[in-house]
């Protein structure tokens, strides 16, 4: 005799298709419009974590060929562009 056993998938699924997936829950998604010259040019959906950051006047630099690698924590001085971090200055 042979016993199938059905595959029931651990990962939830869309009830809305505008919504991503969400694996701890129920957590509100803010929608975000990308406006520029006056034009929503993309729409953006984020955590509130991330929504508030984008929603506080940011500043938005291209890190992608920048050597120092900088991570979260670090200083931004916009004077001239670089990042440092403080805790390579410390020596206690």
Not at 24 to 38: M, R
Not at 59 to 68: C, E, N, Q
Request: no cysteine.
């Amino acid at each position: 005799m042979i016993f199938r056993k059905k595959i029931v998938p651990i990962s939830p699924t869309k009830n809305n298709l505008n919504e991503p997936n969400n694996p701890f829950g129920e957590t509100k998604i803010y929608s975000i419009a990308v406006v520029l010259d006056g034009k929503v040019q993309d729409i953006v959906r984020a955590e509130i974590r991330l929504a508030a950051m984008l929603l506080s006047d940011p500043i938005l630099v291209d890190i992608t060929d920048d050597h120092s690698h900088p991570r979260i924590g670090w200083n931004y001085n916009k004077e001239d562009g670089t990042f440092t971090n403080d805790r390579e200055h410390h020596h206690d």
